[in-house]
């Protein structure tokens, strides 16, 4: 069974960066989608940014884009979520999640991961 850990939270002020990992592992079929999804207080989980693994094509919620960049190494099956210009709002569990779509099923959707999500990593923005 597919597994995902996440790292590279903390806190930070307004206006800085962080980078978040999420490595996988453990699966039978390699994912074709890697998403990044965060859920603040109070709030309804919220789809950031997936990453298809094979052809790269990436997608992103319109809070993020400028902002954010999902890239990947398939050598180390990690993604990554670089995160630049933080703001109080972007405040939440950063969690990663696989599915298995083609280039157009993936998208920022919780439906499209059938339930394979990390555990999460805090992000703390500060004003």
């Known amino acids: 069974q597919v597994r995902l850990v996440e790292s590279g939270g903390g806190s930070v002020q307004a206006g800085g960066s962080l980078r978040l990992s999420c490595v996988y592992f453990g699966y039978a079929y390699y994912p074709t989608c890697m998403g990044w999804f965060r859920q603040a207080p109070g709030k309804e989980r919220e789809g950031v940014a997936t990453?298809?693994?094979?052809?790269?094509?990436?997608d992103y919620t319109d809070s993020v884009k400028g902002r954010f960049t999902i890239s990947q190494d398939n050598a180390k099956n990690t993604v990554y979520l670089q995160m630049n210009s933080l703001k109080p709002e972007d405040t939440a569990m950063y969690y990663c999640?696989?599915?298995?779509?083609?280039?157009?099923?993936?998208?920022?959707?919780?439906?499209?991961?059938?339930?394979?999500w990390g555990q999460g990593t805090r992000v703390t923005v500060s004003s």
């Open positions: 999640a696989a599915g298995w779509v083609g280039t157009m099923g993936c998208i920022p959707r919780a439906d499209v991961f059938k339930d394979v």
């Open positions: 990453i298809h693994t094979v052809g790269g094509g990436t």
